[in-house]
């Protein structure tokens, strides 16, 4: 199904704009935020490529979630280790993302 007949099904199924308009802002966040994962996990596969040309070992996937302003964005990273045996998220880094942050530093600096 795509997002146009979903779209005219939210306004077939709801009651008043009002409804219509909330929930087409919830269909908004949770599609936006599944295409960000998607980018940060093709970006991940291009970054791992390019450290395993240079040498880098990859480990093993897991799953992260950072919570931006406009929504949670779940994602598959690599974990990987560089010449020297270190351990690396090479998309973490990329990102800026230190570990065990679960929020974005917009959203910090929001709260703060």
């Known amino acids: 199904m795509d997002i146009i007949s979903i779209i005219a099904g939210l306004l077939k199924d709801t009651k008043s704009l009002i409804e219509f308009e909330e929930q087409v802002k919830i269909l908004m966040q949770k599609v936006f935020t599944q295409w960000v994962g998607d980018v940060f996990e093709k970006l991940d596969q291009t970054i791992r490529l390019k450290k395993q040309a240079e040498g880098w070992q990859y480990c093993r996937s897991d799953y992260r979630s950072v919570q931006f302003l406009f929504g949670s964005v779940n994602f598959k990273r690599s974990l990987m280790h560089d010449k020297r045996g270190g351990s690396h998220y090479p998309l973490d880094e990329c990102l800026g993302l230190v570990p065990h942050q679960r ?10």
Not at 105 to 112: Q, T
């Open 103 to 112: 929020y974005s530093p917009l959203v910090e600096l929001k709260v703060a």
